[in-house]
C-alpha cells in the first residue's frame, strides 16, 4: 500500500512520519502551504496530481483544500478534522463525494454529521497505529474486502466445489478468534509480516513463504506479533466453505 499525503505546513510532528517507516508504510508527502504565491501553490498542486495515479489512498491534512484533489485523482480520501473546525469547512466536508472518509482525534465524526471509516469508533491515543488502522481499512474497502476488527480478508478465488482461497490482512497487535471449523480444512502460507499460529496445543512462530496446516475440527488462531500488516494465503477445502462454519472459542472483540 502506498498513501500520498497533503499538508498545508508543518504541524505533524516527525515523529509521526517516522512511525509510519518503521511500521513499513510507503508513503509520500505533499506540502501545499496556504500561505504562498498563488503560482507556487499550484505548481505543488500539479506535482501532487501526477503523482496521485501511484496511490493507493489519500490522506488530507488540509481541510476544504485537500477535498478539491478528491474528484480529481478518484482515489479513496480520508481527511482529518482540525482541532478547530468552521462551518465553512464543515459544509465542504459534508458535501464531499463518496469515496471521502472522516477521522477525528477529539471526536466521532458522525456527531458533526461526517462519513467515518467503518469499524473506526475513536482514536486510540495512539496516532500512529490509528492511522495504519484507518489505512488498511479504507484499502480494503477499495477492495471491495471484508472489514472485520482484526483487520480485513479478500476473496481470491471461490468459484469451485472443492476449495476457496482468501487473502488475509490482520493489523499489528491484533488477532483473530480460537476456532475451528466443521466442514472445512486449511492450508496457510505467509506472504509478508510475523504470524503466531496456535493449533490445538502447538503455538508456532511463522515468517514470509513459511506454512502450516489447520485439521478439521482442530482449535486454531493466528495473532499478528510484528510491527507492520501481516498478510497470509489461506486455501481452504472441504465441502463447504461458508462464515458460518466458524466456532469461536475466545475472541478478543466479543463475538461468540
Not at 509521526?16 to 517507516?21: A, D, V, Y
Not at 465524526?109 to 500512529?128: C, H, M, Q, T, Y
Request: net charge negative; proline share 4%.
Amino acid at each position: 500500500m502506498k498513501v500520498g499525503i497533503l499538508v498545508n505546513d508543518s504541524s505533524l510532528p516527525e515523529e509521526f512520519f517516522r512511525g509510519l517507516e518503521s511500521a513499513g508504510m510507503e508513503f509520500e508527502v505533499h506540502t501545499i502551504p496556504l500561505s504562498a504565491e498563488p503560482a507556487v501553490s499550484l505548481a505543488q498542486a500539479g506535482d501532487f496530481l501526477k503523482r496521485a495515479d501511484g496511490y493507493d489512498l489519500i490522506h488530507n491534512f488540509t481541510g476544504g483544500l485537500g477535498l478539491i484533489f478528491a474528484n480529481m485523482t478518484g482515489k479513496p480520501m480520508i481527511s482529518s478534522i482540525p482541532e478547530s473546525i468552521g462551518e465553512e469547512d464543515l459544509a465542504l466536508f459534508r458535501a464531499a463525494g463518496s469515496t471521502c472518509f472522516f477521522v477525528s482525534e477529539r471526536l466521532p465524526v458522525e456527531s458533526i454529521g461526517l462519513k467515518g471509516v467503518p469499524g473506526i469508533d475513536a482514536f486510540n491515543g495512539d496516532r500512529v497505529r490509528f492511522y495504519l488502522d484507518v489505512y488498511t481499512r479504507v484499502a480494503a474497502l477499495g477492495r471491495k474486502n471484508e472489514v472485520r476488527p482484526w483487520g480485513s480478508f479478500e476473496v481470491l478465488s471461490d468459484d469451485r466445489d472443492d476449495h476457496k482461497v482468501k487473502r488475509i490482512t490482520v493489523l499489528p497487535g491484533r488477532r483473530l478468534s480460537l476456532q475451528y471449523h466443521g466442514k472445512r480444512r486449511e492450508h496457510w502460507i505467509v506472504i509478508s509480516g510475523r504470524a503466531l499460529v496456535t493449533v490445538g496445543d502447538t503455538v508456532t512462530e511463522l515468517s514470509p513463504t513459511e506454512t502450516i496446516d489447520i485439521p478439521h475440527e482442530k482449535a486454531h488462531r493466528v495473532e499478528n506479533i510484528g510491527i507492520s500488516d501481516l498478510v497470509f494465503i489461506e486455501v481452504q477445502q472441504g465441502d463447504y466453505f461458508g462464515e458460518d462454519d466458524i466456532v469461536r472459542i475466545e475472541d478478543d472483540f466479543g463475538r461468540i
